[in-house]
Structures are given as C-alpha cells and as structure tokens.
C-alpha cells in the first residue's frame, strides 16, 4: 500500500476510468461529482477515515464519477492485488460474508 497526497483541486479519479485501486482518505476533504450534460453534479464529499472508489473497485466497472481533492488530502491506495491478499487470510465465514455484501 502506498500513501498519496494530493493536493487541493487535483483529480483522484477521474469518472470513466478503470478501476485496480481503492482509497482510504486519511486527511482532507474529496468532492465527488457526475458529468451531466455541459455540466456537472456533486453527488457528495469524503471526509477523513472514509473510502472511495469501492463501487467500481468491486464491481469491476469503470469509475462511475470523478473524484477531486477539496483541500490537501492523503490518501492510501490499496491495490486489488493486496485487498485480495488481505480478503483471503480472513476465516471462510467473513470472507463469505465480505462477497455476500459486495453482491
């Protein structure tokens, strides 16, 4: 896992992109916003302790909306491979549990 920063107005993810990479915002604020026609729609922010980029992460999409640094942020990025890794040692009953709420 690598720790990121990024700072205010940089993108973290931009929407339509691929997905191998989840986030957990340590400091800072993230804005998450849609594309919509000429425009665009904030859909919410991420605050401290929180995660982005699940959705697509786990569903294997594409970014379904673009992410964008508020303030200065930290961010560690957690790689599919290391979630993987992480999810596997757990007992069979979490793990089933964990790709249970995934569905």
């Known amino acids: 896992m690598n720790i990121r ?7 973290l993810i931009k929407e339509g992109e691929t997905s191998d990479t989840l986030f957990w915002l ?3 604020s993230l804005r998450l916003f849609k594309k ?10 991420i605050h401290s302790g929180e ?3 699940e959705m697509s992460f786990m569903d ?5 909306a673009s992410v964008e640094a508020i303030q200065d942020c930290e961010v560690v990025e957690i790689p599919r ?3 993987d890794e992480v999810v596997n040692d757990l007992p069979k009953w979490l793990n089933s549990l964990v790709h ?3 569905k």
């Open 81 to 83: 491979g290391k979630f």
């Open 51 to 53: 995660l982005v980029g």
């Open 5 to 11: 920063k990024i700072k205010k107005g940089e993108l």
């Open 100 to 102: 249970t709420l995934v």
């Open 60 to 64: 294997h999409e594409p970014r379904s």
């Open 36 to 45: 919509k026609g000429k425009g665009y729609v904030e859909l919410g922010v």
């Open 26 to 28: 340590q400091t800072g």
